[in-house]
């Protein structure tokens, strides 16, 4: 809102001021930071020729396209859809919202690097990938999701924690092979 009321006082543009206001709330706050502390640490910034993933959020914006699988906004009972249940691929309804809307913008972006944050984007995005639309080195899967409920595997991902030190709830080994795996598809561009 107040990056949106910033580029109306500047004249801006209606597109303009929709894009500032986008690029100014996506994965804001701790999220952004843990997001791009985990691309700078699995070295994204370098294969996109820029100093800091931060710099997707500001200067080199034009570089990266924030989405969500479900392009419109999902009420279930009511309330916001999470994400979980009903499960997307398993839901007739969101099945064909994700055929209707989502997979026409992959086809726009044939080249383009998928990064999904959450368990349900990751198996839509295997999905399209059975489909054809996407080979396997364009999903940058196994992240931990970079909320602050996910602490501790971000900090053991990034090498900030180590295995010993470690909660039960945390599967170092599952966060290693998921780590040298991206290493692995950035290592292919």
Same mark, same amino acid.
């Given at each position: 809102?107040?990056? /949106?009321?910033? /580029?109306?006082?500047?004249?801006?543009?209606?597109?303009?001021?929709?894009?500032?206001?986008?690029?100014?709330?996506?994965?804001?706050?701790?999220?952004?930071?843990?997001?791009?502390?985990?691309?700078?640490?699995?070295?994204?910034?370098?294969?996109?020729?820029?100093?800091?993933?931060?710099?997707?959020?500001?200067?080199?914006?034009?570089?990266?396209?924030?989405?969500?699988?479900?392009?419109?906004?999902?009420?279930?009972?009511?309330?916001?859809?999470?994400? $979980?249940?009903?499960?997307?691929?398993?839901?007739?309804?969101?099945?064909?919202?994700?055929?209707?809307?989502?997979?026409?913008?992959?086809?726009?972006?044939?080249?383009?690097?998928?990064?999904?944050?959450?368990?349900?984007?990751?198996?839509?995005?295997?999905?399209?990938?059975?489909?054809?639309?996407?080979?396997?080195?364009?999903?940058?899967?196994?992240?931990?999701?970079?909320?602050? /409920?996910? /602490?501790?595997?971000?900090?053991?991902?990034?090498?900030?924690?180590?295995?010993?030190?470690?909660?039960?709830?945390?599967?170092?080994?599952?966060?290693?092979? $998921?780590?040298?795996?991206?290493?692995?598809?950035? $290592?292919?561009?």
């Amino acid at each position: 809102m107040i990056a /949106a009321q910033q /580029a109306l006082r500047q004249d801006l543009s209606e597109e303009l001021v929709l894009q500032q206001a986008k690029n100014s709330g996506a994965f804001s706050g701790p999220i952004r930071k843990n997001l791009t502390q985990l691309l700078d640490h699995v070295g994204l910034q370098q294969h996109l020729g820029i100093e800091t993933t931060q710099q997707l959020f500001t200067e080199h914006r034009e570089m990266v396209q924030m989405s969500s699988v479900l392009q419109q906004c999902i009420l279930n009972k009511g309330k916001n859809y999470a994400g $979980s249940a009903p499960a997307m691929l398993k839901n007739d309804f969101l099945r064909q919202h994700i055929h209707d809307y989502f997979i026409p913008m992959v086809r726009q972006l044939p080249n383009a690097l998928y990064i999904p944050l959450g368990k349900g984007v990751n198996e839509v995005l295997h999905y399209i990938k059975n489909l054809g639309y996407l080979n396997s080195n364009q999903i940058l899967d196994g992240f931990p999701h970079p909320s602050g /409920a996910n /602490a501790e595997r971000i900090k053991y991902f990034l090498g900030e924690k180590p295995r010993e030190q470690l909660s039960k709830t945390t599967n170092p080994n599952l966060i290693d092979q $998921s780590k040298a795996r991206i290493l692995e598809k950035l $290592s292919q561009i």
